[in-house]
């Protein structure tokens, strides 16, 4: 078996005017990511997700990429993650060269997955799980006015028993937010806080302390992705959990995460980290200091289906019986065709968990018929 071509697909989705979602940051129309599909000899098709701008990822494919893959077998898909920091020698520490990488990484393992009849979750030698825990990503803040407590009664009513709320808005907003989201969702809850780097540590300090009487699973990137003594000072200062990763890739990044267990639980995002391989290496690298993993996911379904596929491979080292730290994978709970549609069974959060695909490869099928509807180079 060997590669014959990589196609790089844009994919986008704009939200109407006045129905922005966001973070403290601020808001976005736009979802848009992009798909990376890799044609074989055998007539197999792997599907990855490059979690980045299609108009950035063509480009690094061609000049990084393209002669390397087509040709290649499968089954040699780790040698690519080292390839990416040796040839391109200097580049291998850009996120757009790890993104792109995560891509094909993903269709490669999708495609031995194929070839060996095996979900890629077997073939990573993890701990097998037939279903995960799903959390709802959900209360962002919203262009439009809207009342903060009904995408939580919504989540509750869908079946979820866990949540991450955005906060970042200041601590009296912080509080309110938290204390409505901890009612509704009942004492034995997880929930989780997302204050997308948009503080400094003295800040996020003060709001840990404010919430912390409520439980917070985990506080994530409370200050920027960049600022590691900023968390370390945040972590020094509070006893809430925090959680880092999204905007991180490659394992030497999440080195500097784990070490000195500067976050307590690492989120790489299986588009952008350098996909299954890289991902594999980094909770290897994160159980050597007792750092939890939970993937972030804000992708289409397949960087969705990838980030399943690994959630339910990685081990639960150390055993927290009697202890439960359920993995969870992120299951985004606003509106996103891009998850909803390119799948021909799309993945199904009711009651709190998802099915891992057992099928081949990623395990699902994907629609492409509602991938050339959301294309968006054309
Ligand atoms: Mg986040």
């Given amino acids: ?14 939200l109407p005017e006045g129905e922005g979602l966001g973070d403290a940051r601020g808001f976005g129309h736009d979802r848009a990511t992009t798909l990376i599909r890799v044609d074989t000899d055998t007539g197999d098709v792997g599907w990855g997700e490059a979690f980045a ?12 990429f393209r002669d390397d893959v087509v040709g290649m077998d499968p089954f ?43 979900p890629v979750h077997r073939l990573l030698g993890g701990t097998p799980r037939e279903t995960l825990t799903a959390y709802a990503s959900t209360m962002y803040f919203t262009e439009a006015d809207r009342d903060i407590a009904e995408p939580i009664r919504d989540a509750v009513d869908e079946g979820f028993s866990a949540a991450k709320i955005k906060i970042g808005n200041g601590t009296d907003s912080d509080v309110e937010r938290v204390r409505t989201a901890r009612q509704l969702l009942g004492d034995d809850a997880r929930l989780m806080v997302d204050i997308n780097g948009n503080y400094r540590p003295r800040q996020a300090i003060r709001t840990a302390k404010a919430i912390e009487e409520f439980d917070i699973t985990w506080m994530e990137e409370p200050v920027p992705p960049e600022n590691l003594s900023g968390y370390r000072e945040v972590k020094r200062g509070v006893d809430v959990p925090l959680a880092a990763g999204e905007a991180h890739y490659g394992r030497f990044e999440f080195k500097r995460l784990v070490d ?9 995002n299986l588009g952008r980290c350098g996909g299954l391989s890289e991902a594999s290496r980094i909770a290897d690298l994160a159980s ?3 750092v939890a993993v939970r993937p972030h996911i804000w992708n289409s379904a397949v960087g969705l289906a990838a980030a399943v596929q690994f959630a339910a491979s990685v081990s639960d080292y150390p055993h927290t019986r009697h202890v439960p730290d359920p993995m969870m ?5 606003s509106e996103n065709p891009l998850r909803d549609e ?10 709190g968990e998802v099915d891992v695909p057992q099928a081949p490869g990623l395990g699902v099928e994907i629609d492409e018929d509602a991938v050339e509807r959301y294309r968006a180079d054309r």
């Fill in 288 to 290: 050597t200091e007792n």
């Fill in 53 to 64: 701008p299609g108009s950035v990822i063509a480009p690094v494919v061609d000049e990084f």
């Fill in 260 to 268: 000195d267990r500067t976050v307590d639980v690492v989120q790489p």
């Fill in 342 to 351: 390119i799948l021909r069974t799309p993945f199904d959060p009711t009651g």
């Fill in 329 to 333: 994978v992120e299951f985004d709970r």
């Fill in 1 to 14: 078996m060997h590669v014959t071509d990589i196609e790089v697909i844009p994919i986008s989705h704009r």
């Fill in 76 to 118: 040699d898909v780790r040698r690519l993650a080292e390839a990416s920091y040796t040839d391109p020698y200097h580049f291998g520490g850009s996120v757009f060269v790890q993104s792109a990488l995560s891509g094909i990484d993903v269709a490669l393992w999708d495609l031995v997955g194929k070839a060996t009849g095996k």
